[in-house]
């Protein structure tokens, strides 16, 4: 199985894409440790993660860390597009110093637009969105990844350590496949591993929240990152850490650096062998790794201008179109767009596809299927914030006391509200968004 970033893929088994891409899950453990969870983190919409715990701990501990999501400029924004923004401006709101990239050459090499549209695009549409669903552009940077020569700079730099083969086997592309396109991904990785240049704030954590159509970039930018690391830090198979120096030059120097190192770190116990180039630490506890990871990571920066740490992510599920298939913009009933007049509501919920029985009667003997009813996904996701709330809504449509029509007619009050207050702060929003688009 492969994840096609471009394609018009619906994905139905979140848990076996867990486990077919090794993706952890996020589980109530690492709920628990955030500070008033928004919504989607509560309900499991957010269903996985990688390394999130390096993020945990900035949190806990009050550390920087680097939040860095892109946003592909084109068409109109629909709900769909909403989660990985609310994830934002919560994690904004926890502390995390949020970088946002136009994806301008991403949208012109995959999609075809012209750099005159995205950036119409992105300043009427998508950023005036952001802002008025509650993100604070002072306190973060947005910037356009055809403007900032860094993030391009990055691509062709990270790009020698991943060759065609790689490529092929991560996005099957093919001989017809343009150079643009294909350079694409490497402008991600450079959207998400710039943030840890020194210009942009230097080596932290770093968490990129997604839909899980983007684990390949983020699986590309992992391994990118850990090819350019100098010292590479892993659970050997006796459940210790292991430092190994992966080059072949200046061996012995390494191995000094990393030893002092460590003992600054308080390892008292540490294994050196020379001839394995590594250093085995035998005082040190299973969550340590990220810890020593992190602190070899900035070490090297003093030798290896390319040390970056791996970055995080998390995955949200995607909504199912209104009608039952994937949402998508280019098929306006499927999707609620945040610049939907009150009719166009009115009509696609009046048409979406429900969990009801086919008869009243019916409905009424044997309950709805909350978990197959479009109109209960915009609940979930969207429109009803306390949890209770929502649980009572799923009871009383199993139980059958509950009818679609009165249903709809409260999602429909629902939205019109959302989007009439959301229309509200968007025009203030356009005017104020010109001062923070940054050229750097
Ligand atoms: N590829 C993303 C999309 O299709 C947009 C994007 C560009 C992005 N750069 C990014 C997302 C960096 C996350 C991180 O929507
Ligand atoms: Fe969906 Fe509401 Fe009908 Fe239940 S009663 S199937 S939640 S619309």
């Given at each position: 199985m492969r994840i096609d970033p471009w394609s018009a893929t619906t994905y139905q088994d979140y848990a076996k894409l867990r486990e077919e891409f090794g993706i952890e899950e996020f589980s109530d453990d690492i709920l628990k440790t955030l500070p008033n969870p928004i919504k989607i983190l509560r309900r499991g919409i957010v269903f996985g993660h990688r390394d999130f715990h390096r993020i945990r701990d900035a949190i806990l501990k009050k550390e920087p860390w680097a939040i860095l999501t892109g946003l592909m400029p084109s068409g109109r924004m629909h709900l769909g597009h909403k989660m990985v923004i609310d994830e934002v401006i919560y994690y904004q709101s926890i502390g995390a110093d949020v970088s946002i990239a136009v994806a301008d050459i991403e949208a012109y090499a995959t999609?075809?637009?012209?750099f005159k549209e995205t950036k119409r695009f992105a300043f009427e549409e998508y950023l005036p969105n952001y802002i008025a669903l509650g993100l604070k552009p002072e306190k973060c940077r947005i910037y356009f990844q055809s403007k900032n020569t860094d993030v391009k700079d990055l691509a062709y730099i990270l790009g020698r350590k991943v060759n065609w083969s790689e490529m092929l086997a991560i996005y099957?592309?093919?001989?017809?496949?343009?150079m643009s396109h294909v350079l694409s991904p490497l402008i991600q990785v450079g959207d998400i591993l710039h943030v840890q240049l020194e210009k942009y704030g230097g080596i932290r954590p770093t968490l990129v929240p997604v839909g899980v159509d983007q684990d390949p970039h983020i699986r590309l930018t992992r391994d990118i990152a850990d090819a350019f690391r100098i010292y590479s830090i892993t659970k050997t198979s006796d459940n210790k850490i292991g430092v190994f120096v992966k080059v072949d030059k200046d061996i012995k120097k390494l191995l000094d650096v990393a030893q002092t190192l460590l003992e600054n770190l308080g390892y008292k116990k540490l294994k050196r062998i020379d001839s394995y180039k590594a250093i085995y630490i035998d005082d040190a506890q299973e969550g340590d790794i990220e810890k020593i990871d992190f602190k070899f990571a900035k070490k090297e920066r003093e030798f290896n201008e390319n040390s970056f740490i791996a970055p995080s992510s998390t995955y949200h599920r995607f909504m199912t179109g209104l009608t039952g298939e994937k949402m998508s913009s280019s098929k306006p009933e499927t999707a609620i767009f945040l610049t939907d007049k009150a009719e166009d509501v009115r009509r696609k919920i009046i048409n979406a596809k429900t969990g009801g029985a086919a008869t009243l009667e019916e409905q009424k003997k044997h309950g709805g299927k909350p978990n197959q009813c479009m109109v209960y996904e915009l609940f979930l996701y969207h429109l009803v914030e306390d949890d209770r709330e929502l649980e009572k809504i799923y009871f009383s449509c199993t139980q059958g006391e509950r009818m679609c029509g009165d249903c709809k007619k409260y999602a429909i009050e629902l939205l019109e509200k959302f989007l009439k207050e959301l229309a509200e702060k968007r025009e203030q929003a356009k005017e104020e968004i010109k001062h923070y688009i940054s050229n750097g």
């Open positions: 999609r075809n637009y012209s099957g592309f093919n001989s017809s496949t343009n």
